[in-house]
């Protein structure tokens, strides 16, 4: 039995969702929902429907999970409570300071309807909130380091192409090095947001924007880059197009630890990520996650969920005894 699966959004992650649908062979993309115009959205699945999300209710009995797709600025805070009413769902809310918030409403709501809310599921949050818990459960006496880069940020360009006067950006987040060695050799140092990353944007302004303004609405962005170093480069759309097509991305999660009587023994577990493509990856996670989500409303659950509630084994289309023997 497939899985059907719904894509709300059919941007960058949209597209992704759909390419890891294809590698997921208990996986099936039912319908893409979008806000624009469906006859101008082409997708690259022959006989799936493009629908617009007016008319998603229509799809209630169809879809076993809907992949929300939005950014996390506006859309998800809106969109994944309204759909957990009538649908299992995933988001990928990267917005770490409002994700209490956003559990709250997502739960209040998955409840009301009877379905299963996963939220925040991506690679951070995501797998590399995974890596945190795994590594503090382990190396009880120690420090926790993220560190992001360099690469492209979905969420943090998308809330920059929201401001008033922006035509299209990129967000490079870039790791600070000496950081990152200092981490990495055991010091545990204790630094501040602004000395272990610095942000740079490059930013297509619309013709007669006010640049001086869209620089300082950036820069005081809270939770975004009110408290980083930002460097804002305005560029134009060819140089944009030429040089910033590409959405690497990746990072690391560092624990850095003592066991010993004495504290004697010093101990570093790092999970790293090299990541071609940012929207490709975080789908992947996605999908996996959808499974998951699938599984627990079989099972009767309802509410919203992290990437902390779910049990590995359900996010693998592996029989259990299968993921024993092999991955065990």
């Known amino acids: 039995m497939s899985i059907r699966i719904g894509i709300y959004g059919?941007?960058?992650l949209g597209?992704?969702?759909?390419?890891?649908?294809r590698q997921n062979k208990d996986t099936q993309l039912v319908a893409v929902f979008t806000r624009r115009d469906p006859a101008g959205v082409k997708i690259a699945t022959e006989?799936?429907?493009?629908?617009s999300?007016?008319?998603?209710?229509?799809?209630?009995?169809?879809?076993?999970?809907l992949i929300i797709c939005g950014g996390s600025a506006t859309d998800l805070p809106v969109q994944t409570p309204k759909l957990a009413k009538m649908f299992n769902v995933i988001d990928s809310f990267d917005t770490h300071a409002n994700i209490p918030t956003h559990f709250k409403n997502v739960d209040n709501a998955a409840k009301e309807g009877g379905n299963v809310g996963i939220i925040s599921v991506g690679w951070d949050p995501g797998m590399f909130s995974l890596a945190r818990l795994y590594s503090n459960c382990i190396l009880t006496d120690g420090a926790d380091y993220t560190f992001w880069g360099k690469g492209v940020s979905q969420g943090h360009s998308d809330a920059v192409r929201r401001i008033e006067g922006v035509a299209d950006a990129r967000q490079?987040?870039?790791?600070?090095?000496?950081a990152l060695n200092a981490v990495r050799s055991g010091k545990n140092p204790e630094l501040t947001t602004r000395e272990k990353h610095t942000r740079v944007c490059y930013v297509v302004a619309k013709e007669g924007a006010d640049k001086a303004r869209i620089e300082n609405e950036i820069k005081t962005m809270p939770n975004y880059f009110a408290d980083y170093d930002t460097t804002v480069n305005f560029i134009t759309a060819d140089e944009m197009k030429r040089n910033h097509s590409g959405l690497p991305h990746g990072g690391f999660v560092i624990r850095s630890g003592k066991t010993g009587l004495n504290g004697e023994h010093n101990h570093i577990i790092e999970y790293s990520l090299k990541l071609d493509s940012n929207p490709e990856f975080t789908a992947c996670v996605l999908v996996a996650f959808a499974r998951a989500a699938f599984k627990l409303s079989s099972e009767g659950v309802s509410?919203?969920?992290?990437?902390?509630?779910?049990p590995p084994a359900y996010l693998s289309a592996m029989p259990h005894e299968e993921i024993i023997s092999h991955l065990l």
């Open 47 to 51: 006989g799936v429907e493009v629908v």
């Open 303 to 310: 509410g919203c969920k992290t990437v902390f509630d779910i």
């Open 10 to 12: 059919y941007g960058n």
């Open 53 to 65: 999300s007016e008319n998603i209710e229509q799809y209630k009995d169809k879809i076993d999970v």
């Open 15 to 21: 597209r992704g969702v759909e390419a890891a649908i």
């Open 172 to 178: 490079y987040t870039v790791p600070v090095t000496d």
